[in-house]
T-cell receptor, first 111, second 115 residues
Framework: KQEVTQIPAALSVPEGENLVLNCSFTDSAIYNLQWFRQDPGKGLTSLLLIQSSQREQTSGRLNASLDKSSGRSTLYIAASQPGDSATYLCAVPTGANNLFFGTGTRLTVIP | KAGVTQTPRYLIKTRGQQVTLSCSPISGHRSVSWYQQTPGQGLQFLFEYFSETQRNKGNFPGRFSGRQFSNSRSEMNVSTLELGDSALYLC??????????????FGQGTRLTVV
């Protein structure tokens, strides 16, 4: 049974700092992994989707990596800004349009 | 193009009532999934529809049901509401929804409060 863990649960950093969010999964037989951002009380915004054949995916200041063999993915945020404050979730598919989510990392970027 | 639209955004219902939530997927997307998000349980999969057929179902009681129309719009229904059904209900749309192509796009959610 798939388990997805995100550590740390919460993180506070000063503005401008680079940071890394971690996502671990137990079943490495995944086709892809998706990172989302969620603002309080709002829906999820898709940030990056990494296919299992890829090792990295980049979008602006965001870079996500995937290591299936070790069951890990990281989301790197460069030059953090207060607007990056949100909860970040990783998710892996366990069936057709059926995502299994981690518990998230709540990020606060302090001006 | 327009994103995933969920209506209504907020609902307050009384225990024992029933509720219907609506989701309009991104144009061209045929797969719609529903999730429940609570502080204690996080995001949990409810069910998924593709071409008007339910393909997957999560571990929720039969009070939770859904359907999909020919235009891919989907509704979910919760009958005999309980206090524990208070949650943010999220809908996700995907082009085909297969494991090989599961990039999912979410709506803003419907916040349901049961009193």
């Amino acid at each position: 049974k798939q388990e997805v863990t995100q550590i740390p649960a919460a993180l506070s950093v000063p503005e401008g700092e680079n940071l890394v969010l971690n996502c671990s999964f137990t079943d490495s037989a995944i086709y892809n992994l998706q990172w989302f951002r969620q603002d309080p009380g709002k829906g999820l915004t898709s940030l990056l989707l990494i296919q299992s054949s890829q090792r990295e995916q980049t979008s602006g200041r965001l870079n996500a990596s995937l290591d299936k063999s070790s069951g890990r993915s990281t989301l790197y945020i460069a030059a953090s800004q207060p607007g990056d404050s949100a909860t970040y979730l990783c998710a892996v598919p366990t069936g057709a349009n059926n995502l299994f989510f981690g518990t998230g990392t709540r990020l606060t970027v302090i001006p | 193009k327009a994103g995933v639209t969920q209506t209504p955004r907020y609902l307050i219902k009384t225990r024992g009532q029933q509720v219907t939530l609506s989701c309009s997927p991104i144009s061209g997307h045929r797969s719609v999934s529903w999730y429940q998000q609570t502080p204690g349980q996080g995001l949990q999969f409810l069910f998924e529809y593709f071409s008007e057929t339910q393909r997957n179902k999560g571990n929720f009681p039969g009070r939770f049901s859904g359907r999909q129309f020919s235009n891919s719009r989907s509704e979910m229904n919760v009958s005999t509401l309980e206090l524990g059904d208070s949650a943010l209900y999220l809908c996700a749309s995907s082009l085909q929804g297969t494991e090989l192509n599961t990039e999912a796009f979410f709506g803003q959610g419907t916040r349901l409060t049961v009193v």
